[in-house]
């Protein structure tokens, strides 16, 4: 659930993370919708920051239609967020990247 390269920057320091949420799976067979996904999104997302109070974390971005919670995060964060796997599926390092020069 948590990539290597996140134990190894962690190691450095604060890292950047992109958290990957688990939904459950919709109920019956009747498609989700997109506000329904938003919903599910949202809940995770605050379990996930509920759980990390008092720890080294800081909130990057917030996504509604996909899920995912980007976060910058210390050890302490890390060691809270391993014992989340009932809503957490992977936490993979965050790479930012330059924009494109025009052309």
């Keep these: 659930m948590i990539d290597p390269e996140v134990r190894a920057a962690i190691a450095r320091g604060p890292t950047r993370v992109l958290v ?3 939904l459950p799976d919709p109920a019956g067979s009747a498609p ?3 506000s329904a996904r938003a919903e599910t999104i949202t809940a995770a997302r605050q379990a996930v920051v509920a759980q990390l109070a ?3 974390y800081r909130v990057l971005r917030q996504y509604t239609t996909v899920p995912l919670l980007a976060l910058e995060i ?3 964060a ?3 967020i391993e014992g989340l796997d ?7 390092a965050e790479r930012v990247r330059p924009p494109l020069a025009p052309r």
């Design 32 to 34: 989700e919708t997109v």
């Design 74 to 76: 210390g050890p302490d």
């Design 86 to 92: 009932d809503v957490v599926t992977r936490v993979r």
């Design 20 to 22: 990957e949420l688990r």
């Design 54 to 56: 008092g720890r080294t």
């Design 78 to 80: 890390l060691q809270v």
